[in-house]
């Protein structure tokens, strides 16, 4: 059974950072792309960052991109979303995910590519 869980969400002011984690099992972790994904109240899912199998090749939203890094780790089937320079706005219960079919470049932030999913955790950024 495919399992997807994240950890690492909480409160944090303005500025400051969180280190999400997914871990993953039930899947050869080394062979499929993580995505990340974020949905806040009120709004449509969407898509944050993803990392590509074994080349590693990862892709960033244009509001994350210079804030958030991710990064795997196959020995621990676990992906890591790195977000400093946290805003209001980054609000949202953050999800990730993996897909069965391998989605080429920016393709793989869109989130109807993923098959499992994770429970989500929430983010809160205060002002």
């Known amino acids: 059974e495919v399992q997807l869980v994240e950890s690492g969400g909480g409160l944090v002011q303005a500025g400051g950072s969180l280190r999400l984690s997914c871990a993953a099992s039930g899947f050869a972790f080394d062979d499929y792309s993580i995505g990340w994904f974020r949905q806040a109240p009120g709004k449509e899912r969407e898509g944050v960052s993803c990392?590509?199998?074994?080349?590693?090749?990862?892709y960033f939203a244009d509001s994350m991109k210079g804030r958030f890094t991710i990064s795997r780790d196959n020995a621990k089937n676990t992906v890591y979303l790195q977000m400093n320079s946290l805003k209001p706005e980054d609000t949202a219960v953050y999800y990730c995910?993996?897909?069965?079919?391998?989605?080429?470049?920016?393709?793989?932030?869109?989130?109807?590519?993923?098959?499992?999913w994770g429970q989500g955790t929430q983010v809160t950024v205060s002002s």
């Open positions: 995910a993996t897909q069965v079919v391998y989605s080429s470049g920016t393709h793989c932030l869109e989130d109807h590519t993923y098959d499992y």
């Open positions: 990392i590509t199998s074994s080349d590693r090749i990862t």
